[in-house]
């Protein structure tokens, strides 16, 4: 089964770090790209960050740039979103997602991890 | 970066109707574009990508259509399990943004 599991949510302070994990199985995962997506509660879906199947290429949307770090470890099966300096416009679910072969859109998503940051 | 426009922002419907929503993109896309459900407390769902190809396992009532930047997502007719959150996602350059979303309600 295709499966990706985020791991690394939690409470944390405004200005402080957190890192999440993504977790893949049953693909390969060194074949494709990866995303990371947030959700602020009640809102809708925004788009974090990309990294290629090689980290050649990694890109951020404009408000996490500087303080987010997207990598991967394909050895592991597994990708990261190193975030710091957050503040309360982080919180939110945070869904890792595989990038489509043979087209364009996030095929696969995890369950996501909430990430709240507060006092 | 592309800003994305869905519209309706909600839409109300009966079980057998036909719905349609619409992505009006900010600068051309061609045809890179993809369409999500999403469930309330689930992950998204792939149904379109490239616009009007259906992704597998999606079923056939849901289509997609246009390029440029004007799309539409269809159903042809809606059925109780299609009570949800839709998105609209430009795939044509980074940062990949989302519309903000259509609310279909049974």
């Known amino acids: 089964e295709v499966q990706l599991v985020e791991s690394g949510g939690g409470l944390v302070q405004p200005g402080r770090s957190l890192r999440l994990s993504c977790s893949a199985s049953?693909?390969?995962?060194?074949?494709?790209?990866m995303h990371w997506v947030r959700q602020a509660p009640g809102k809708g879906l925004e788009w974090v960050s990309h990294?290629?199947?090689?980290?050649?290429?990694?890109g951020y949307v404009d408000s996490v740039k500087g303080r987010f770090t997207t990598s991967r470890d394909n050895a592991k099966k597994s990708l990261y979103l190193q975030m710091n300096s957050l503040t309360t416009e982080d919180t939110a679910f945070y869904y890792c997602?595989?990038?489509?072969?043979?087209?364009?859109?996030?095929?696969?998503w995890g369950q996501g991890t909430s990430v709240t940051v507060s006092s | 970066d592309i800003q994305m426009t869905q519209s309706p922002s909600s839409v109300s419907a009966s079980v057998g109707d036909r719905v349609t929503i619409t992505c009006r993109a900010s600068?051309?896309?061609?045809?890179?574009l993809a369409w999500y459900q999403q469930r309330p407390g689930k992950a998204p769902k792939l149904l379109i990508y490239?616009?009007?190809s259906l992704q597998s396992g999606v079923p056939s009532r849901f289509s997609g259509s246009g390029s440029g930047t004007e799309f539409t997502l269809t159903i042809s007719s809606l059925q109780p399990e299609d009570s949800a959150t839709y998105y609209c996602?430009?795939?044509?350059?980074?940062?990949?943004?989302f519309g903000h979303g259509t609310r279909v309600e049974i």
């Open positions: 997602a595989k990038g489509k072969s043979g087209g364009y859109g996030l095929d696969v």
């Open positions: 049953g693909f390969t995962f060194h074949d494709y790209a």
């Open positions: 990294i290629s199947w090689n980290s050649g290429s990694i």
């Open positions: 600068q051309g896309v061609t045809y890179w």
């Open positions: 490239d616009a009007s």
């Open positions: 996602q430009q795939v044509n350059s980074f940062p990949w943004t």
